[in-house]
């Protein structure tokens, strides 16, 4: 992969595999967890993930937004910033469902440019940039070339489905299957294993960084609720939600969500 992002792709690489070592010393569904504000699990394998990525990842020069390090805004100065989640899927990993991942971003001027997501539980290694496409599994893939959104498969968040918030789309001529991570989601569609997967609901930058950098090397499509390309490393990373999709199915998706996008400029807590 020789482009002006191989050694962030190196690094990324490096990175993941020192994830998967931190990973084979826990077993899913067999680990304590304490629970943040707001009721999100977290574990001592968060903690080691994150010292492991920042360790491998970060070099001077450079900004860092992680959820499991306590922010430093320094970072809004920085031409380029790591957006990392080292556990997404915490929920799916206590419980032990093989819906969980470690997800890396390289942000350059608030541009997703490249990314890593890793599940060790399924063995999949999700890997690209904008200048060198996608490997999955090391392989060359790209997302959904499909243009009509029947029969097409959705990837949607397991607990946005058990609060009802999919009600809306129960009778909709697409399959919806629910699926832990959001990092991991976004990386099956990158590689095409699902044709789109959309939030309708808030999430960090850290959540969905990674997985935008996936489907846009892949070609695919991206894109905030108000209809805007994802710009990372704000102050404030709260977004109001995502929508991503093979290329072709952008305008039957978008005009599928329509009640539920925003105005432009509009984002979540600002």
């Given at each position: 992969m020789t482009n002006p992002y191989s050694d962030i792709l190196e690094r990324i690489q490096s990175a993941m595999e020192a994830a998967r070592t931190i990973f084979s010393r826990y077993t899913a569904g067999a680990i304590a967890a304490e629970y943040k504000a707001g009721?999100?699990?977290?574990?001592?394998?968060?903690?080691?993930?994150?010292?492991?990525?920042?360790?491998?990842?970060?070099?001077d020069g450079e900004g860092w937004l992680s959820e499991e390090t306590v922010d430093d805004l320094s970072r809004l100065d920085k031409k380029r910033v790591w957006v990392v989640d080292p556990l997404d899927g915490t929920r799916e990993f206590v419980a032990g469902i093989p819906e969980f991942c470690v997800s890396i971003a390289m942000v350059e001027d608030g541009r997703p440019i490249a990314g890593g997501i890793c599940n060790p539980a399924t063995n999949e290694t999700f890997l690209g940039s904008i200048a060198s496409g996608?490997?999955?599994?090391?392989?060359?893939?790209?997302?959904?070339?499909?243009t009509s959104l029947e029969g097409t498969l959705i990837l949607a968040s397991r607990s946005?489905?058990?609060?009802?918030?999919?009600?809306?789309?129960?009778n909709s001529s697409f399959q919806v299957r629910p699926m832990g991570s959001v990092a991991y989601k976004l990386a099956c569609v990158s590689a095409g294993l699902a044709d789109a997967t959309f939030t309708l609901t808030p999430k960090n930058?850290?959540?969905?960084?990674?997985?935008?950098?996936?489907?846009?090397?892949?070609?695919?499509?991206?894109?905030?609720?108000?209809?805007?390309?994802?710009?990372?490393?704000?102050?404030?990373?709260?977004?109001?939600?995502l929508i991503a999709c093979g290329p072709q199915l952008r305008d039957a998706l978008l005009a599928q969500l329509e009640p539920h996008l925003q105005p432009a400029g509009a984002r979540s807590g600002v």
């Open positions: 009721h999100d699990p977290v574990t001592e394998a968060d903690r080691a993930l994150d010292a492991a990525l920042r360790q491998k990842l970060l070099r996608l490997l999955y599994n090391g392989k060359p893939a790209r997302p959904s070339q499909k946005e489905v058990k609060r009802g918030e999919w009600k809306p789309f129960e930058e850290w959540d969905v960084a990674a997985g935008t950098a996936l489907v846009l090397s892949a070609g695919g499509f991206v894109s905030t609720l108000d209809k805007a390309p994802l710009h990372c490393n704000q102050k404030n990373p709260l977004l109001s939600g």
